[in-house]
């Protein structure tokens, strides 16, 4: 569009100064209108590259909290290939930058693993984040994952969330779990193994504060989360219950 815009500003100061000769005012006009154009496409360029806004750059806890759990599916999926499936929210309760955070720092480790693995995103739709709706909104989604390897969950997990690996319900694959609620509506399936691994938030710490630590994903991760595995999932469940 700004190269059209550039011809047309161009092509009309050169008529008006082919028509200045014969038809001076009227060639003038144009020939103005045309330096007025061209003045305008250059204004629209400055705009957009300078004044446009940026992409925010990754957030450091979203990135240290993907980090985390990329490393437990390795360890769990080392020499497999196949698709991961990323599981987020509905965009009214998570933006664009804050999901590319996740991507951005889930994929990464991938590249150095030896599992061939592939990223594939899903967001939730329609439904509210209750008992009822949460689980029938995994479903949904999940049913678009059925040739996946392993679920990773931004969306933590809803209530009853166990019954999806009730008898007669279609084989789930591996979970891992980011809980940015703090619930333990993972608990009974971490225990058994369903679920691999969840991140929780540290219960007390100022969630502001978060993205202003410098510092390796790992000292994040101690920091401001709590990494529950099937081995520690009953104190990592206390410790959230203790604050509530």
Not at 38 to 54: H, K, M
Not at 119 to 125: D, G, H, S
């Amino acid at each position: 569009m700004t190269l059209s815009l550039l011809l047309a500003a161009l092509l009309l100061a050169g008529v008006g100064g082919w028509m200045s000769r014969r038809w001076r005012v009227l060639g003038q006009i144009l020939m103005g209108l045309g330096g007025l154009g061209l003045i305008g496409v250059v204004a629209l360029q400055v705009r957009q590259n300078v004044f446009s806004p940026q992409p925010k750059t990754p957030g450091r806890c979203a990135m240290a909290v993907s980090s985390c759990l990329a490393n437990c599916l390795l360890g769990d999926l080392a020499g497999q290939d196949g698709i991961v499936v990323l599981l987020f929210p509905q965009r009214r309760l998570m933006d664009a930058d804050t999901e590319r955070s996740y991507e951005e720092g889930f994929v990464p480790p991938l590249r150095h693993g030896r599992a061939r693995l592939r990223v594939k995103a899903i967001r939730l739709e329609g439904g509210d984040r209750d008992a009822g709706h949460g689980l029938q909104t995994f479903k949904q989604a999940l049913a678009q994952a059925q040739d996946a390897v392993a679920v990773v969950s931004y969306a933590g997990v809803p209530a009853e969330f166990e019954t999806l690996f009730s008898a007669g319900q279609p084989a789930l694959p591996p979970f891992y779990v980011f809980d940015t609620d703090g619930t333990t509506h993972w608990l009974g399936a971490l225990k058994a193994g369903r679920i691999r691994a969840v991140v929780v938030p540290r219960p007390g710490v100022d969630p502001h504060g978060r993205e202003a630590i410098a510092g390796m994903p790992e000292t994040i991760l101690e920091r401001f989360y709590f990494l529950a595995t099937p081995a520690n999932a009953d104190q990592v469940a206390a410790s959230l219950k203790g604050q509530h």
